[in-house]
Nanobody, 119 residues
Framework: QVQLVESGGGLVQAGGSLRLSCTVS????????MGWFRQAPGKEREFVAR????????YYSDSVKDRFTISKDNAKNTVDLQMNSLKPEDTAVYYC????????????WGQGTQVTVSA
């Protein structure tokens, strides 16, 4: 059983910040990689960032690597995405996702949370 629930989306001005949180329920956290993706209207879903529960290794897309920070809180069972210096192009539905460590596909997805950045 895997459950992912995103929260923290909203409307912000360009240059502002927003923190998304994904509450995670996974049987064995250490075997999973957690990721954040986003999908703008009419666009394909794109990768934003990922983090592994074991070791906390992170990786970011080039478009966000200097502005976003992914982190995890083992006590709270959450994966957060701190988004700074937001741009209108960051507007999208943001999804939390999980995949098993050695697999390429993210098999588990949250419902998504809307992030809108005004110009």
């Amino acid at each position: 059983q895997v459950q992912l629930v995103e929260s923290g989306g909203g409307l912000v001005q360009a240059g502002g910040s927003l923190r998304l949180s994904c509450t995670v329920s996974i049987r064995t956290f250490s075997t999973y990689v957690m990721g954040w993706f986003r999908q703008a209207p009419g666009k394909e879903r794109e990768f934003v960032a990922r983090i592994s529960w074991s070791g906390g290794s992170t990786y970011y897309s080039d478009s966000v690597k200097d502005r976003f920070t992914i982190s995890k809180d083992n006590a709270k069972n959450t994966v957060d995405l701190q988004m700074n210096s937001l741009k209108p192009e960051d507007t999208a539905v943001y999804y939390c996702a999980a995949k098993k460590f050695l697999l390429d596909q993210y098999d588990y997805w949250g419902q998504g949370t809307q992030v809108t950045v005004s110009a």
